[in-house]
């Protein structure tokens, strides 16, 4: 059985091995990767760099930044964890609509504190 | 649809709240700036951090759990599921780890705003984790279920089933959706 084969199929069953490869494969593993990446961009990005004092423009881009990255996160949550982008069309805009308001409103809040 | 049109109501309903949250926040910390940038220093930046890794990579477990389910196998959705309530569990150790020491530091939810809607905020979303962790374990006794009948089940049957699971799996991702959020807005945000 699997004579010469990697050696991985020795230490773990090949049907797990096998269905292991197929779930990496799938658009899913694509999404989670790419949310990993952000959350690791956020926590760097949100490091005081020594570059300015806060609330100065470098600061501000910075942190208007870290906002629509999560937002970005929570709409491929919402599409590929709970495969929104699979559901039927009111619910994609009820979603996104959801996305666009409380992201709208949290930057014009943060740009124009006194309205 | 992912999940019952109730379910649907329910994480609807409960991320309008969220996003209610989210606004008076931001509001109230432009009227007294100072105050938050100050308070919000004394976060550890670290905790927030982890804790997103924890429950991004919970939630692609849950994810891969369902695929296994869907796809007949079944054999693996029992160990994703073990996975994903590890990670809860990670999340909600760190969680203590950082209430205790606010607390130690004698920092409690009236020491100012900012730190009443850090309690607040944060409290609530470890309640929902906490309700998303029992919801796990249900899950994870429907996925070893699953596997003792070698998946199969009447096709009409087949279906309710996959529902049920979808509208576990579609709350535990809310949970890590508004922690996406939380995150920025209480620990990064300058």
């Known amino acids: ?115 | 649809m992912p999940g019952e049109v109730g379910i649907w109501v329910f994480i609807l309903g409960d991320m309008v709240i969220f996003g209610l949250f989210f606004i008076v926040f931001v509001y109230y910390r432009g009227l007294d700036l100072e105050l938050y940038l100050q308070s919000q220093a004394t976060l550890n930046q670290n905790y927030g951090a982890i804790n997103t890794l924890f429950l991004l990579a919970s939630s692609w477990f849950v994810a891969m759990a369902v695929d296994d389910m869907r796809s007949k196998t079944t054999r693996l959705a029992p160990r994703f599921f073990v996975l994903a309530m590890l990670c809860g569990l990670g999340f909600a150790v760190v969680k203590i780890i950082e209430y205790r020491e606010k607390i130690t530091a004698g920092i409690t939810l009236t020491t100012n705003d900012f730190y009443m809607y850090y309690y607040i905020f944060t409290g609530l979303h470890f309640l929902h984790v906490l309700i998303g962790m029992g919801v796990l374990v249900f899950l994870w006794f429907k996925a070893r279920a699953a596997v003792q009948r070698k998946g199969e089940l009447p096709v009409g049957d087949k279906e309710k089933e996959m529902m049920l699971i979808e509208s576990g799996t579609s709350y535990w991702h809310m949970v890590d959706l508004l922690w996406i959020v939380l995150f920025p807005l209480l620990y990064l945000m300058k």
Not at chain 1, 44 to 70: E, F, K, M, N, V
């Open chain 1, 1 to 115: 059985m699997a004579h010469g084969r990697f050696t991985v199929d020795r230490a773990i069953p090949t049907f797990v091995f096998n269905e292991m490869m197929s779930l990496f494969l799938k658009p899913v593993s694509a999404a989670w990767l790419l949310l990993m990446l952000a959350t690791c961009l956020s926590w760097w990005l949100g490091q005081d760099h020594d570059l300015s004092a806060p609330q100065t423009s470098d600061y501000r881009l910075i942190s208007s930044g870290l906002i629509l990255i999560a937002f970005i996160k929570v709409r491929i949550v919402i599409f590929y964890f709970m495969e929104v982008r699979q559901a039927p069309l009111a619910l994609k805009l009820v979603c996104d609509t959801w996305v666009l308001l409380v992201c709208g409103a949290i930057l014009y809040l943060y740009w124009m504190p006194h309205f």
